[in-house]
Antibody
Framework: EVQLVQSGAEVKKPGESLKISCKGSGYTFSDYWVGWVRQRPGKGLEWMGIIYPGDSDTVYSPSLQGQVTISVDKSTTTVYLQWSSLKASDTAMYYC???????WGQGTLVTVSS | DIQVTQSPSSLSASVGDRVTITCRASQGISNYLAWYQQKPGKVPKLLIYGASTLESGVPSRFSGSGSGTDFTLTITSLQSEDFATYYCQKYNTALPTFGQGTKVEIK
């Protein structure tokens, strides 16, 4: 079964760093783009960026460039989303997904609050 | 960047109604357009890709049309389980873009 499994919910304080993960299985991991989608509470879906595990080619949304880092570890078939300094506005559900036909991960809820 | 504008942002409808949601791209994207359904607290579900191809397992009351810049999602006879938020997504480049979403509510 093709699936993406994400790490668990996180509660952090403003200014802290965070790295969440998305592990792919059931397919040739290097051959498919995997991206991150943000959904703030009560808001719509927004692609943050996407990475091609085969060569680590990464494309970021212009509005998020420099705010987050997307990386990959092919040896563990895992894609990561990382923040160096969280803000309250980063509070959201984060999904990893293969574009269009999926699958999607189950989502990771990140709460940033003092 | 190509922008995607979805309308309306919300609508109220009754069971059995025909519902139409539109998505407009600021430049032509051929047929690289998908439609998703999302229910509260759930992962988005793919309904249609390639502008008009129904994903396996999706009821035939859902249909998509369009090419270039103008696209439509139609639900021919709205069912109770269809009350949800719908998103279009263009994917003509590596990084896709979602529309703003349309919330379909019970009248």
């Amino acid at each position: 079964e093709v699936q993406l499994v994400q790490s668990g919910a996180e509660v952090k304080k403003p200014g802290e760093s965070l790295k969440i993960s998305c592990k792919g299985s059931g397919y040739t991991f290097s051959d498919y783009w995997v991206g991150w989608v943000r959904q703030r509470p009560g808001k719509g879906l927004e692609w943050m960026g996407i990475i091609y595990p085969g060569d680590s080619d990464t494309v970021y949304s212009p509005s998020l460039q420099g705010q987050v880092t997307i990386s990959v570890d092919k040896s563990t078939t895992t894609v990561y989303l990382q923040w160096s300094s969280l803000k309250a506005s980063d509070t959201a559900m984060y999904y990893c997904a293969r574009p269009v036909d999926g699958p999607w991960g189950q989502g990771t809820l990140v709460t940033v609050s003092s | 960047d190509i922008q995607v504008t979805q309308s309306p942002s919300s609508l109220s409808a009754s069971v059995g109604d025909r519902v139409t949601i539109t998505c407009r791209a600021s430049q032509g994207i051929s047929n690289y357009l998908a439609w998703y359904q999302q229910k509260p607290g759930k992962v988005p579900k793919l309904l249609i890709y390639g502008a008009s191809t129904l994903e396996s397992g999706v009821p035939s009351r859902f249909s998509g049309s369009g090419s270039g810049t103008d696209f439509t999602l139609t639900i021919t006879s709205l069912q109770s389980e269809d009350f949800a938020t719908y998103y279009c997504q263009k994917y003509n480049t590596a990084l896709p873009t979602f529309g703003q979403g349309t919330k379909v509510e019970i009248k």
